[in-house]
């Protein structure tokens, strides 16, 4: 463990300077006796008073027993249960205050695991296992003789949500953490932008027809600037780091190519709610990017307690202390739609929306099939029925555009989809020089 620079070629020393730590795994499987947390703790007190972020490699196989297992010589003569160690709540105190980078490669369980767990980000190699027990609990436990590699691959933990980033090796993971940390050091210098007129085309003439939202926030931000986190969880929400002309920001878009088309269900709410924090927490502006028929209904949704996980996206956004900027590319449903404004198109600095955009109550169709079902239903010609139902939705649809949308104040302005880089760049101009925050603007950042 130690105090280095992490960066130090972009930002300086000052800004560069980080704590790193690394279980061994070639002592004891990297385990944790006594001396160990004596030293862990000392680090991350010290990481505390400093204000340093921290870069943790969690590899080891968990606790030994307070000291008291045969690979421990000299296990502390007042311990019993091992349970009176100050780790876990250093590193829970430092979350909210400095960045905290987890770095998992090969077996990581039991209390290495739950320092993982702490950590604002995870990135794991893909040949990673993480458990919140490993083999010899899970036997001890009574439940089963179970091989390491069993227990927690990132075939099933980048899917369930708890990794962020999947790399291939340690090296990787280590410029992947570099990148990470590099958003919350400052602005960077020689940035490039994309060809913004391809945006004119990014969201196809039928409007039932499904596009890669990431191929527009990589187009949107600095090249090679976009790091996507938990990619392969909740894939109806994009959440990812970026920059726009050198400042960072969190990006939060609806995946309309998802299972959901879009819609906010329980883990694309939870997925964006927490996002939210850790933008809040190290005072980076957050841009959403619109296109969401809706929160996600139905019986099946609500098993998953959508009401709740739902309700995030409006208590953590009305009480963002950063910036907010939204740009509609094409629908805006409903409350889906307010959940991705902060709980209401005016709580961003600018909603602005491109000429795709449609805004409504709820889907259109359904509205239709709903509100005029008796009228409808009055017509006994099948042909008259159809007619009558294509000439209200028509109407419904021109009535929801942007370009309607626009005139009696919805939303502040519809632009030209290729000027949305410069309408964000010139949205972060306008707050930059903010004061930055004494301490903490956010007293913790949720681990899920």
Not at 266 to 277: E, H, L, N
Not at 382 to 394: I, M, P, W
Request: proline letters at 5%; glycine letters at 12%; one cysteine or more.
């Amino acid at each position: 463990m130690g105090i280095g620079r992490i960066n130090g070629n972009l930002f300086g020393p000052e800004r560069a300077r980080c704590v790193a730590m690394s279980y061994d795994y070639t002592v004891l499987a990297g385990t944790q006796g006594h001396k160990n947390h004596v030293k862990t703790d000392r680090m991350l007190e010290v990481a505390q008073q400093a204000r340093l972020p921290v870069v943790f490699y969690t590899e080891g196989g968990g606790g030994r027993s307070g000291g008291t297992s045969p690979g421990d010589p000299t296990p502390p003569p007042t311990t019993v249960g091992g349970l009176k160690y100050r780790t876990w709540a250093h590193m829970g105190k430092l979350s909210g205050l400095v960045p905290l980078v987890g770095i998992a490669s090969g077996f990581c369980f039991a209390g290495n695991a739950v320092l993982l767990a702490l950590c604002d980000v995870i990135i794991a190699t893909k040949d990673s296992s993480m458990g919140i027990g490993g083999p010899a609990m899970i036997e001890g436990g009574g439940l089963g003789v179970h091989a390491p590699e069993d227990v927690g691959p990132v075939s099933v933990q980048g899917p369930n949500g708890v990794i962020d980033i999947v790399v291939e090796d340690e090296v990787e993971a280590t410029e992947v953490a570099k990148k990470y940390l590099s958003y919350f050091q400052g602005r960077v210098e020689g940035w490039q932008d994309a060809d913004q007129a391809s945006l004119r085309h990014a969201v196809p003439e039928n409007r039932r027809a499904a596009y890669d939202v990431r191929k527009i926030i990589e187009t949107l931000a600095d090249v090679g600037s976009v790091l996507e986190l938990r990619a392969a969880f909740a894939r109806s929400m994009v959440t990812a780091l970026a920059r726009i002309e050198g400042r960072a920001v969190g990006v939060i878009a609806n995946n309309c190519a998802s299972p959901t088309g879009g819609a906010v269900d329980s883990d694309g709410a939870d997925k964006a709610a927490r996002f939210m924090q850790l933008c809040n927490a190290f005072d980076l502006p957050v841009i959403t990017l619109i296109d969401v028929p809706g929160n996600m209904v139905g019986p099946d949704a609500e098993r998953t307690a959508t009401i709740r996980h739902c309700g995030r996206l409006y208590v953590i956004g009305a009480n963002l202390q950063v910036p907010m900027f939204s740009v509609v590319l094409r629908k805006a449903y409903g409350l889906g739609a307010m959940a991705m404004t902060a709980g209401s198109l005016d709580s961003p600095l600018f909603t602005v929306a491109w000429p795709t955009g449609e805004f409504a109550g709820m889907g259109i169709e359904g509205e239709i099939k709903l509100g005029r079902r008796a009228e409808l239903a009055a017509l006994e010609d099948l042909g008259q029925r159809r007619a009558r139902y294509e000439e209200l939705l028509d109407r419904a649809y021109a009535w929801s555009s942007a370009a309607n949308g626009a005139t009696v104040f919805e939303f502040d302005d519809v632009i030209d989809p290729a000027d949305t880089r410069q309408w964000l760049a010139m949205g972060l101009e306008s707050v930059a020089g903010r004061p930055m925050r004494e301490g903490k603007r956010q007293p913790w950042i949720d681990t899920w």
